[in-house]
């Protein structure tokens, strides 16, 4: 079956990029949409954006002018990067199937923002 | 963006109770709700999708129903695995996840 696994690094400065790689294994990342969800104990569980295998994007509309989706279909990959980040970016980063809803999920990984 | 609001926040019940959680949205979102269940240190797992549609492997106890802004999950006979956090998600825009549920043992 399919899974998804998180990768990068766990603690990141104010005001640098947050860069997250999920790979996927069990299935061909092709012809499907990938997407970035976080959950904090302040904002709860929030959708981040999304990747299709053509390469087109949608970010969610208070992140959009920060975050970069990507996907490298040769390594069965896509990626995350979040601008200039604060201590409100610290969450867990999950990446998932999206099949309309969110199906499977990663593990997550605790990205936690501080200098 | 379409809101979700979830109640109540936190409930108490014993196994084999029967339990109802609403989520409701801000404007009709034509049955495009999913409902998941989250345990500590562990990812969602979606339980059912289109309001009603119980995901592959996904106990019958469980089941959802509504429509236009108001929807609902239960669980028919609690067992001592389902006291978890549940959370309703939309997708008939923006994704967005209601604020979530969290299912203790009474």
């Known amino acids: 079956q399919v899974q998804l696994q998180e990768s990068g690094p766990g603690l990141v400065k104010p005001s640098e990029t947050l860069s997250l790689t999920c790979t996927v294994s069990g299935a061909s990342i092709s012809s499907s949409y990938w997407s970035w969800i976080r959950q904090s104990a302040g904002r709860g569980l929030e959708w981040i954006g999304r990747v299709y295998t053509s390469g087109t994007t949608r970010s969610h509309p208070s992140l959009q002018s920060r975050v970069t989706i990507s996907v490298d279909t040769s390594k069965n990959q896509f990626s995350l990067k979040l601008r200039s980040v604060t201590a409100a970016d610290t969450a867990v980063y999950y990446c998932?199937?999206?099949?309309?809803?969110?199906?499977?999920w990663g593990q997550g990984i605790l990205v936690t923002v501080s200098s | 963006d379409i809101q979700m609001t979830q109640s109540p926040s936190s409930l108490s019940a014993s196994v084999g109770d029967r339990v109802t959680i609403t989520c409701r949205a801000s404007?009709?979102?034509?049955?495009?709700l999913a409902w998941y269940q989250q345990k500590p240190g562990k990812a969602p797992k979606v339980l059912l999708f289109?309001?009603?549609r119980l995901e592959s492997g996904v106990p019958s106890r469980f089941s959802g129903s509504g429509s236009g802004t108001v929807y609902t999950l239960t669980i028919s006979s609690l067992q001592p695995e389902d006291f978890a956090t549940y959370y309703c998600q939309q997708y008939h825009g923006t994704p967005f996840f209601g604020q979530g549920t969290k299912l203790e043992i009474k």
């Open positions: 998932a199937k999206e099949r309309n809803f969110f199906a499977p």
């Open positions: 404007q009709d979102i034509g049955n495009s």
């Open positions: 289109a309001a009603s």
